[in-house]
């Protein structure tokens, strides 16, 4: 065992359920070798889906139409409003309709790539092959994307890519995406295949004889709390952004699911992978509750721009154009505006830093609608980002055709989650984990379009297959309330609520977790340094302390309270948040959207280090001494070869 | 700015109810409505009472979860924009503003401004889908859709559901939400063979739920944030017709 201050290191974790041989039939043969379940027996299987998003709602929905009996929770009021319906650009996927030489192994290609060499080969690639079967699935179930006048699916090119392989329904794909799978899970629900339970949180898994079992929820308009069960339970429960406060996500998204299965034994990989995503709309004041996400689709039209001189305080229109910087085209000539969304977001991290940023604070950069205005006309921009545009002058009271945007990053995805091995199952026996949750494919930098593709990916086609291995062995033992694990699971719950309610100290839930987003985006956002880090582990610690200590939570637990429900949350975001910046620590290198400011090359651009760290980083929960214990999964890259990735 | 709020408070479902104010002193005019709550809950628990329930999620205008009803309008003042999209550069300093919850005999109230929407979902399952199992699709490019069905079925599926039509409505009627679905998945080839079945499933479903009957008072399109137009339910009401006459 290495050991150092911050963590342990304990075995090497291998995927034993990846298939080896040809990449291309892994897929195949996985599901030709998982055992299957026999209609007649499904019926008697319960299956608890955690989440209703594209990935939970797909899930559900097509276990509910094999036959299993499926129990769905969401914290919503219904599982039509989960996050995904935000997602506004697109859904990959190799389809090649446009006949520019895209195919399945070019999209594992670029995703690999785009996942600077992070993620495994095995997943990637079956990601990229069902992508095709998500389109058509779609379009039968009445999904309106965009189409051509003659009557075909339109495509368009995003974030990084070279080829059109981003189906969309105008800036509302995941809308449109996510109500495809709800109606098909109404659908269930209305035939009793689906017991919907929304407004409903996971607080707590049951494992009971080592297996996954159930889970402890909180019924949150009467506060009540019961134990449910099952043959397997499932975790759809998204990202966990909201760890840095500001970001993208909904209000509610939150990491308990996957941070109290990661308590009770489920190993957390690559918690330091986030993703800022560069299109955002700056922060207004200390009112900011939450950032609004502009479709990076606008980069396709819009062109980036800054002052070339610091500090210029000049209105847009007044800079001539020989004074301004379009520093993506003139860094990245190749990619230009298109550049991966990790160089997009650093390169306006570093104009700012320069005092070229423009608008409150110096923090953000122009987008520019000028060109494409004149170029197409006001009536095609307006066709292709209308929405988009009314969205920006509601929240700023600026109108994009007449002013450019002003953009800055914002945190937006995660890529770490749960391990998963290659069946989505996790380190605990029967506790699957699907789309945002887990930590799969996207390795250290997802690619524009891919969350979607992913999401549904896992709940429509690769979960269906794989948890029918594992349910064969059962319908497992009935579970009496009594048992042990049962009763511990519930009274941790009880336990928890009561303490938070308890302490009535001087401060909110809120300002917890601001503080805490302060510390991960400065120390743990898109440049870190082992001395920030080291830093932020401090910070966070004290700040857990005072936590507990400090907050106040108003109300009881008997009743609709919604400062409950958060502070709940806010306490596993802290220690997320601990083990993020450990895990930065540990990850000595520049790698997809993490600039490592000790690894960079002379030039200022990130310096991967396959040597040291071509590996998931696994993490076991802090053992008593307060060390977390590291497990490494190698990564081995067959087909695609790790290379330095170059976009200039 | 300072301004006051007025803001519906109810313990539970079986409170009565009342309209309490509050100052809200010195919000940044860019701050959103919800922000404003935000900054008032705040002080709010800090003094010891009770913060303000209300559903929210997005922020982005897209979730439907929010949900208010201000100075009288679902979602307030700002034409096609939820609650939590409106910012208070819409008010003047020195406004009296009330706030309360969507009030229809189908979404009781929960809490404060939060009302039970359930009755949607009802809806849905009653036949707002396509039948098309995982796996069963054919090839997507097998059906042509003309862009103007597909353009046309893609605004009436923009709406959120977030309930503001049937707030409106002095009967409580969710035709305008009905209307939508029939229209989206009744332009699309895909949604042909259960159209008929649709329509009647999904009116009697609204009946079941407690909605109020429609007599085309038009207010419902009058607050839709996503501009879902009246007419709608003119093709809804032709569908049905046709329904009934065959069955
Ligand atoms: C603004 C925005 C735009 C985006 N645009 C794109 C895009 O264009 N293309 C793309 O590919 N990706 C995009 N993404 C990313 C993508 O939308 C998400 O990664 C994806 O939708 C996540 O889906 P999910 O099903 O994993 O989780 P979610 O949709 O987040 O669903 C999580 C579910 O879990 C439930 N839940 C969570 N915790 C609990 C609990 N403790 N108890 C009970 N239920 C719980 C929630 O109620 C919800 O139902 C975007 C993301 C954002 C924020
Ligand atoms: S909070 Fe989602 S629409 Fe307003």
Request: hydrophobic share 35%; charged share 25%; net charge negative.
């Amino acid at each position: 065992m290495i050991m150092n201050d911050f963590w342990t290191e304990g075995d090497p974790i291998v995927d034993k359920a990846a298939p080896d041989g040809p990449v291309e039939t892994r897929w195949e043969r996985r599901k030709f070798s998982a055992k299957l379940v026999n209609p007649a027996n499904r019926r008697k299987l319960t299956v608890i889906i955690v989440g209703t998003g594209l990935a939970g709602g797909s899930a559900a929905a097509t276990l509910a139409e094999a036959g299993y009996h499926v129990k769905s929770y969401c914290y919503q009021d219904s599982p039509r409003r989960a996050h995904s319906i935000a997602a506004q650009g697109g859904i990959n996927a190799a389809k090649n309709y446009r006949n520019d030489g895209d195919s399945v192994h070019r999209l594992f290609y670029d995703t690999v790539k785009g996942g600077d060499f992070r993620a495994r080969e095995s997943n990637v690639y079956r990601l990229a092959q069902v992508s095709v079967n998500i389109i058509d699935q779609c379009v039968a179930q009445g999904v309106p994307f965009a189409r051509e006048y003659g009557g075909l699916l339109d495509n368009r090119s995003f974030g990084g890519t070279q080829v059109s392989r981003t189906f969309y329904a105008r800036g509302q794909t995941g809308q449109q995406l996510l109500l495809g799978a709800y109606q098909a899970m109404e659908r269930q629900i209305g035939l009793g295949n689906i017991e919907m339970n929304a407004r409903h949180e996971m607080l707590e898994l049951i494992i009971v004889d080592g297996k996954a079992r159930g889970i402890v929820v909180r019924d949150m308009v009467t506060g009540e709390i019961s134990t449910e069960f099952a043959d397997a339970v499932v975790l759809a429960s998204g990202g966990y952004g909201n760890v840095f406060f500001l970001s993208t996500n909904a209000k509610g998204c939150n990491v308990t699911a996957s941070w109290r299965a990661h308590r009770k034994g489920a190993l957390f990989a690559n918690p330091c992978y986030t993703q800022i995503h560069p299109t955002c709309i700056p922060e207004s004041g200390s009112h900011q509750s939450k950032l609004t996400l502009m479709s990076e689709s606008l980069r396709n039209d819009g062109r980036v721009w800054v002052p070339k001189a610091q500090k210029d305080t000049r209105k847009a229109a007044d800079i001539p154009e020989d004074e301004r910087d379009y520093y993506l085209e003139r860094i990245y000539p190749s990619f230009g505006n298109l550049v991966p969304r990790d160089i997009a977001s650093r390169a306006a991290k570093n104009v700012c830093d320069e005092g070229r940023g423009v608008g409150p604070g110096g923090l953000g950069v122009y987008l520019d609608f000028a060109d494409a205005i004149s170029r197409l006309g006001r009536k095609a921009v307006e066709a292709k980002y209308g929405n988009l545009f009314e969205m920006y002058e509601r929240i700023t009271g600026e109108d994009p055709y007449e002013t450019p945007m002003r953009i800055y990053p914002a945190v937006h995805y995660t890529m770490g989650g749960l391990w998963v091995d290659y069946d989505l199952q996790s380190t605990i026996p029967g506790l699957f984990v699907v789309g945002e949750a887990n930590f799969s494919d996207h390795g250290a930098n997802r690619l524009g379009a891919s969350a979607l593709m992913q999401g549904l990916a896992d709940g429509y086609f690769v979960l269906p297959n794989t948890i029918s291995n594992y349910l064969a062995s059962g319908p497992f033992p009935k579970i009496d309330e009594s048992r042990e694990e049962v009763v511990e699971a519930r009274t941790q719950v009880e336990d928890r609520i009561a303490k938070l309610l308890s302490i009535d100290g001087d401060r909110t839930v809120d300002s917890f977790h601001r503080e805490l987003g302060h510390i991960m985006w400065e120390y743990c956002g898109m440049e870190r340094t082992e001395e920030g880090l080291t830093k932020a582990v401090g910070l966070i610690r004290a700040l857990k302390e005072e936590f507990w200590t400090r907050v106040k939570v108003p109300g009881k637990g008997e009743e609709l309270n919604q400062n409950l429900e958060k502070a709940g949350r806010v306490a596993d975001f802290i220690e997320l948040g601990e083990l993020m910046c450990i895990d930065a620590l540990h990850r000595r290198e520049s790698c997809g959207g993490h600039f490592r400011a000790e690894s960079q090359s002379p030039d200022g651009e990130a310096q991967r280090n396959d040597d040291e760290f071509s590996y998931a980083a696994a993490w076991e929960y802090f053992a008593a001494d307060g060390k977390p214990t590291l497990h490494k999964e190698e990564l081995t890259f067959e087909y695609v070869h790790p290379s330095t990735r170059s976009y200039k | 700015m300072d301004i006051q709020v007025r803001v519906w408070r109810q313990s539970g479902p079986t409170d009565k109810g009342r309209m309490v104010a509050y100052d809200v002193k010195d919000i940044s005019p860019d701050a959103s409505f919800l922000e404003m709550i935000d900054v008032l809950n705040e002080k709010l628990i800090l003094d010891g009472d009770d913060p303000i329930a209300f559903d929210h999620d997005c922020r982005e205008g897209i979730c439907g979860a929010c949900s208010m009803v201000i100075n009288g309008v679902a979602h307030g003042p700002e034409k096609a924009t939820t609650t939590c999209q409106l910012h208070m550069r819409k008010f003047k300093d020195g406004d009296v503003i009330d706030v309360e919850p969507w009030r229809a005999a189908a979404f009781p109230v929960i809490k404060d401004l939060i009302v039970d929407r359930s009755a949607f979902d009802e809806i849905i399952q009653a036949g707002g889908y396509i039948t098309a199992p995982t796996g069963t699709a054919p090839e997507a490019h097998a059906a042509p859709v003309p862009k103007k069905d597909a353009d046309a079925a893609f605004e009436a599926a923009t709406c959120i559901g977030c309930g503001a039509c049937v707030a409106a409505c002095p009967n409580g009627s969710s035709m305008l939400f009905t209307a939508a679905k029939i229209t989206h998945l009744g332009l699309m080839p895909q949604g042909q063979p259960e159209r008929e079945s649709r329509v009647l499933d999904m009116l009697q479903a609204q009946d079941d739920a407690g909605f109020g009957g429609c007599t085309n008072m038009g207010e419902c399109a009058q607050v839709c944030p996503k501009g879902i137009p009246l007419s709608l339910i003119g093709r809804l009401n032709s569908d049905y017709r046709k329904a009934l006459s065959k069955r």
